[in-house]
């Protein structure tokens, strides 16, 4: 009885150790999770902040708090939000840059007129610059291009499942959305595409318009009409 008693006393410990092991790990899981969720909720957060920058995202996506199978889950997923992320940093830095405003301006002709050599590059330059972010921003919305970046760290399906659930959340666009998003770069390309007409029409026509008073005036009420033309159709885009 008493050997029968120790042998259950040594099952007993056994079994609380190993419930423990279990334990343990499903807590550690829990918080391995948490910890990946919390760092894409500050990139969120830091996203829609004024200051926000790719310095500052670098810092937070190159620093991986998590370990064995999460951080690999981890890693991808924040390879992934850097990439994309640089491509909307470039786009919003194209956009944002005061030349693109100031092509059409009588500033702008004088500097660079009759000719416009420097202004035509600029066009042709920024219009294949985005064409081509449009193109990469594109490409990164896929499920596939997705994907891609956890399929490179493991191969362990309940990891690529918490990657997917993971940008599901916070990545996925919905079809408007997408169409929304390529269109507006397409208007922008538009804008540029137009404003080169208007240069090509000012170089053609060099030696038929002038600057007087920060104003540009033509020789013929044609070229007025004309000139005027492009002008409308560029608020209308």
């Given at each position: 009885?008493?050997?029968?008693?120790?042998?259950?006393?040594?099952?007993?410990?056994?079994?609380?150790?190993?419930?423990?092991?279990?334990?343990?790990?499903?807590?550690?899981?829990?918080?391995?999770?948490?910890?990946?969720?919390?760092?894409?909720?500050?990139?969120?957060?830091?996203?829609?902040?004024?200051?926000?920058?790719?310095?500052?995202?670098?810092?937070?996506?190159?620093?991986?708090?998590?370990?064995?199978?999460?951080?690999?889950?981890?890693?991808?997923?924040?390879?992934?939000?850097?990439?994309?992320?640089?491509?909307?940093?470039?786009?919003?830095?194209?956009?944002?840059?005061?030349?693109?405003?100031?092509?059409?301006?009588?500033?702008?002709?004088?500097?660079?007129?009759?000719?416009?050599?420097?202004?035509?590059?600029?066009?042709?330059?920024?219009?294949?610059?985005?064409?081509?972010?449009?193109?990469?921003?594109?490409?990164?919305?896929?499920?596939?291009?997705?994907?891609s970046y956890i399929e490179a760290e493991t191969k362990d399906s309940s990891s690529i499942e918490l990657y997917r659930e993971l940008l599901k959340k916070d990545i996925q666009m919905s079809d408007s959305q997408k169409n929304e998003l390529e269109t507006s770069i397409d208007k922008v390309i538009s804008m540029l595409s137009t404003e080169e007409e208007v240069i090509n029409f000012l170089v053609e026509n060099k030696g038929k318009w002038r600057i007087q008073g920060?104003?540009?005036?033509?020789?013929?009420?044609?070229?007025?009409?004309?000139?005027?033309?492009?002008?409308?159709?560029?608020?209308?885009?």
């Amino acid at each position: 009885m008493k050997g029968k008693s120790k042998i259950g006393s040594i099952i007993g410990g056994i079994i609380l150790i190993i419930a423990l092991i279990v334990g343990y790990f499903y807590i550690n899981d829990a918080n391995q999770k948490t910890k990946i969720v919390e760092e894409f909720t500050q990139i969120e957060k830091m996203s829609k902040a004024s200051d926000f920058s790719m310095e500052k995202l670098n810092e937070k996506t190159s620093n991986i708090v998590t370990s064995g199978k999460y951080a690999k889950v981890e890693k991808a997923a924040k390879n992934f939000a850097s990439d994309i992320f640089r491509v909307a940093f470039e786009i919003r830095d194209i956009l944002g840059d005061e030349k693109i405003q100031k092509v059409l301006t009588a500033d702008n002709y004088e500097a660079d007129g009759p000719e416009f050599a420097e202004t035509k590059q600029y066009l042709s330059d920024t219009k294949t610059k985005l064409e081509d972010l449009k193109t990469q921003m594109v490409e990164f919305l896929k499920e596939e291009k997705i994907n891609s970046y956890i399929e490179a760290e493991t191969k362990d399906s309940s990891s690529i499942e918490l990657y997917r659930e993971l940008l599901k959340k916070d990545i996925q666009m919905s079809d408007s959305q997408k169409n929304e998003l390529e269109t507006s770069i397409d208007k922008v390309i538009s804008m540029l595409s137009t404003e080169e007409e208007v240069i090509n029409f000012l170089v053609e026509n060099k030696g038929k318009w002038r600057i007087q008073g920060g104003q540009i005036l033509f020789d013929t009420n044609s070229l007025v009409t004309k000139y005027n033309g492009y002008i409308q159709k560029l608020r209308i885009l």
